[in-house]
C-alpha cells in the first residue's frame, strides 16, 4: 500500500515517533513523506539524518502535508490547533487524532472548521507493526475511514469503533501495553526468586506471555479454555493461581483499567 501523499505527524514524542517508525518499516512511507514536529527539534536530529522532515514549525508542516496527525498531549492541543488554524484546509486535509479523551467535534470547534476528523487510539507496538489500533469519526467519509484503516492495518491490527468507546480503548490498548508489560515485568521478579538470572527470566516470561496470547489469537480460544489445560488436578498451576486470585490478581487489572479509562475520559476537560 505505498502511497504519495505526504504525513505530518504533530507532536513526535513517544507515540508520534512510533506511528512514524512503524509506516517507514511497513513500506507506506519513506521518511523523506513524513514530517516530524516538536518545539525542542534538536531532539529530532537522529531522524533528519534518517531523511525525516523535521522542523518545529506546525503550519509549515501542514501546509505541505495531505495527512496531519495530531500526537501531542490534551493539554497542549488546543495551542496546537490555533497554530495550524490558518494552514488548515477543510477539502485539502484529512485530521487524524491520537489524542487521548478529546473528541472528534472539540477539534472542529477549536479550529473554527467543519474538517474530516478520524480519531486512532494505537500503541507503542505500532513501532514494531503489532500495534492493536482503534479508529472512530462523526464525520469522515467511508473512502478515508478505509484509509486509514488500511493505514493503521500495515501496522498491527485495527478496528472501527463507536466514538463513546474511545477512552475504553485507550484504556484497554492503549494503556493496556503497559498493564501487560508489567505483569511480565512482575513474573519476571517471580522468576528471579526461585532460580533464574534476571535476564533469563525476563526472556522465558515474555516469550511465555507471546505463546499465551497467540493460543488465543491463533485458535481463537477463551482464557479459561486454556488454562483448564494447564492446570493439573492438585496440581502446581491452580496452586499458584488461585493464590494470585486470593491476592486480587484480576480485580486488580479490572479496577485499573476502569480507573485508566476514566482518567481518560477527563484528560482534556480537567486541563
Ligand atoms: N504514549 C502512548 O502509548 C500513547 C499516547 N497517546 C496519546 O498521544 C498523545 C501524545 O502522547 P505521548 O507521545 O505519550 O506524549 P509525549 O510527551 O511523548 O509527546 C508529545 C510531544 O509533543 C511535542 N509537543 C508539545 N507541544 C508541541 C507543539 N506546540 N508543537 C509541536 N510539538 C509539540 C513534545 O515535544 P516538545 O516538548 O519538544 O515540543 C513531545 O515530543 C497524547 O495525547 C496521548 O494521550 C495515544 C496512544 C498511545
Ligand atoms: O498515559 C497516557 O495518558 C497515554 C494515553 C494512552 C497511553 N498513554
Given at each position: 500500500?505505498?502511497?504519495?501523499?505526504?504525513?505530518?505527524?504533530?507532536?513526535?514524542?513517544?507515540?508520534?515517533?512510533a506511528l512514524a517508525k512503524g509506516l517507514v518499516k511497513a513500506g507506506i512511507f519513506a521518511p523523506e513523506q513524513i514530517?516530524?514536529?516538536?518545539?525542542?527539534?534538536?531532539?529530532?536530529?537522529?531522524?533528519?539524518?534518517?531523511?525525516?522532515?523535521?522542523?518545529?514549525?506546525?503550519?509549515?508542516?501542514?501546509?505541505?502535508?495531505?495527512?496531519?496527525?495530531?500526537?501531542?498531549?490534551?493539554?497542549?492541543?488546543?495551542?496546537?490547533?490555533?497554530?495550524?488554524?490558518?494552514?488548515?484546509?477543510?477539502?485539502?486535509?484529512?485530521?487524524?487524532?491520537?489524542?487521548?479523551?478529546?473528541?472528534?467535534?472539540?477539534?472542529?470547534?477549536?479550529?473554527?472548521?467543519?474538517?474530516?476528523?478520524i480519531r486512532a487510539m494505537p500503541n507503542t507496538a505500532i513501532a514494531i507493526g503489532q500495534s492493536m489500533t482503534c479508529?472512530?469519526?462523526?464525520?469522515?467519509?467511508?473512502?478515508?475511514?478505509?484509509?486509514?484503516?488500511?493505514?493503521?492495518?500495515?501496522?498491527?491490527?485495527?478496528?472501527?469503533?463507536?466514538?463513546?468507546?474511545?477512552?475504553?480503548?485507550?484504556?484497554?490498548?492503549?494503556?493496556?501495553?503497559?498493564?501487560?508489560?508489567?505483569?511480565?515485568?512482575?513474573?519476571?521478579?517471580?522468576?528471579?526468586?526461585?532460580?533464574?538470572?534476571?535476564?533469563?527470566?525476563?526472556?522465558?516470561?515474555?516469550?511465555?506471555?507471546?505463546?499465551?496470547?497467540?493460543?488465543?489469537?491463533?485458535?481463537?480460544?477463551?482464557?479459561?479454555?486454556?488454562?483448564?489445560?494447564?492446570?493439573?488436578?492438585?496440581?502446581?498451576?491452580?496452586?499458584?493461581?488461585?493464590?494470585?486470585?486470593?491476592?486480587?490478581?484480576?480485580?486488580?487489572?479490572?479496577?485499573?483499567?476502569?480507573?485508566?479509562?476514566?482518567?481518560?475520559?477527563?484528560?482534556?476537560?480537567?486541563?
Amino acid at each position: 500500500m505505498e502511497t504519495q501523499q505526504h504525513i505530518a505527524i504533530l507532536g513526535s514524542g513517544n507515540i508520534g515517533l512510533a506511528l512514524a517508525k512503524g509506516l517507514v518499516k511497513a513500506g507506506i512511507f519513506a521518511p523523506e513523506q513524513i514530517t516530524l514536529t516538536r518545539r525542542n527539534v534538536a531532539a529530532l536530529s537522529a531522524l533528519a539524518d534518517e531523511g525525516y522532515n523535521v522542523t518545529a514549525d506546525n503550519a509549515g508542516a501542514v501546509t505541505r502535508a495531505d495527512i496531519v496527525v495530531l500526537a501531542i498531549l490534551p493539554q497542549q492541543l488546543n495551542k496546537l490547533l490555533d497554530e495550524i488554524k490558518p494552514a488548515a484546509n477543510q477539502t485539502k486535509h484529512l485530521l487524524i487524532s491520537v489524542v487521548s479523551g478529546v473528541s472528534c467535534q472539540d477539534i472542529r470547534t477549536q479550529l473554527g472548521l467543519d474538517i474530516q476528523v478520524i480519531r486512532a487510539m494505537p500503541n507503542t507496538a505500532i513501532a514494531i507493526g503489532q500495534s492493536m489500533t482503534c479508529i472512530a469519526t462523526d464525520n469522515a467519509s467511508a473512502a478515508n475511514v478505509s484509509l486509514v484503516l488500511s493505514l493503521f492495518d500495515t501496522v498491527g491490527v485495527s478496528i472501527q469503533i463507536n466514538e463513546e468507546l474511545m477512552t475504553s480503548a485507550t484504556a484497554l490498548c492503549a494503556c493496556g501495553i503497559a498493564f501487560f508489560l508489567r505483569s511480565i515485568r512482575a513474573a519476571s521478579q517471580g522468576g528471579t526468586e526461585i532460580g533464574f538470572h534476571a535476564h533469563d527470566a525476563l526472556r522465558m516470561a515474555a516469550q511465555t506471555a507471546k505463546g499465551a496470547a497467540d493460543l488465543l489469537l491463533q485458535l481463537a480460544s477463551h482464557p479459561e479454555q486454556e488454562i483448564d489445560k494447564v492446570t493439573s488436578p492438585k496440581g502446581c498451576t491452580i496452586a499458584g493461581l488461585n493464590e494470585m486470585e486470593h491476592n486480587g490478581f484480576s480485580s486488580a487489572m479490572i479496577k485499573g483499567i476502569k480507573v485508566s479509562a476514566e482518567k481518560a475520559g477527563a484528560l482534556y476537560k480537567t486541563e
